[in-house]
Structures are given as structure tokens and as C-alpha cells.
């Protein structure tokens, strides 16, 4: 004879497997991730190199910011994610953090304000990775979301 408490019990785990499933599903649902492709004709003015970069950066709505970028052809001395539209320099509002020989990340606990967030959502954050020869930058790609 079942008990109550055994009875309730596939229920609770139930329960607690679908709000496990719901807190999974609503903090990656919501996110906004961006794939971008960096190139010297991104950038402002347009750089003449064979360098290139791609990668996926991700903001979610409590506008939090992850990812990160990988290159080819070029030796970068810095990396960040800025605020302007495309064919415009903006400043800096996200330096990124070198991973190994070609790879940028967002550094944990990178948090956009609200003025960068709705910045985001008109398309004008750009991520750049500069070089010695290119100081300003040599490939940057636009985050449209």
C-alpha cells in the first residue's frame, strides 16, 4: 500500500525537474548570441590586410556579456568590444582578454549599462582586434543582432 509520502514523491521530483528545466531554458532563451566576422574593410578607415577573425558573443537580457573571438593572420596586441555605428570609431566599452595564440574572450562579470544594451539592440557595438602595424585596428566586425 502506497504511503503519501510515496506517492508524492515521483510528483515532487517532477516538479523539480521541470523549474530545473525552465531556469536552463529561460537563461540561454532569451540571450542574444551574435555570430561576427572580423575584416580589414570593417574597420574605419578600411585596412588592406589578409587577416580575419569570427567568433560569437553573447548578451543576455540582463545585459551580461560573454564570447569571445579567434584570428587568423595577424599578431593582436588588444582586443574590445566598442560602442558605434558601422562607419564610425567609438570608445571602448569592453576590453577583451587574450586565450592563447589567436583567441579574445570577454572577461566573467563583463555587464553592458543600459545605454550600451540599447546601443546593442540598434546595432552599434563593433569588436576590433589591433595589431603594432594597425594601432587603431586591423579587423573588426559589427555585432547585429
Not at 562607419?87 to 562579470?109: D, M, T
Not at 540599447?118 to 579587423?139: D, M, R, S
Request: hydrophobic share 40%; with cysteine; net charge positive.
Amino acid at each position: 500500500m502506497n504511503t503519501s509520502r510515496e506517492f508524492d514523491r515521483p510528483k515532487f521530483r517532477g516538479v523539480v525537474a521541470a523549474a530545473f528545466a525552465c531556469a536552463m531554458f529561460s537563461t540561454s532563451a532569451f540571450a542574444d548570441p551574435v555570430k561576427v566576422m572580423l575584416s580589414g574593410d570593417s574597420e574605419v578607415p578600411a585596412v588592406k590586410t589578409m587577416a580575419s577573425g569570427s567568433g560569437t558573443v553573447t548578451i543576455n537580457p540582463d545585459m551580461t556579456v560573454s564570447g569571445g573571438v579567434t584570428t587568423t593572420g595577424l599578431s593582436g596586441t588588444m582586443a574590445h568590444i566598442h560602442m558605434a555605428a558601422a562607419g564610425k570609431n567609438g570608445p571602448v566599452i569592453v576590453p577583451l582578454a587574450k586565450n592563447g595564440e589567436s583567441g579574445w574572450s570577454v572577461p566573467p562579470g563583463a555587464k553592458l549599462t543600459e545605454a550600451q544594451y540599447q546601443a546593442f539592440k540598434a546595432g552599434e557595438l563593433y569588436v576590433n582586434v589591433h595589431t603594432a602595424e594597425n594601432k587603431g585596428g586591423e579587423i573588426r566586425g559589427q555585432l547585429k543582432p
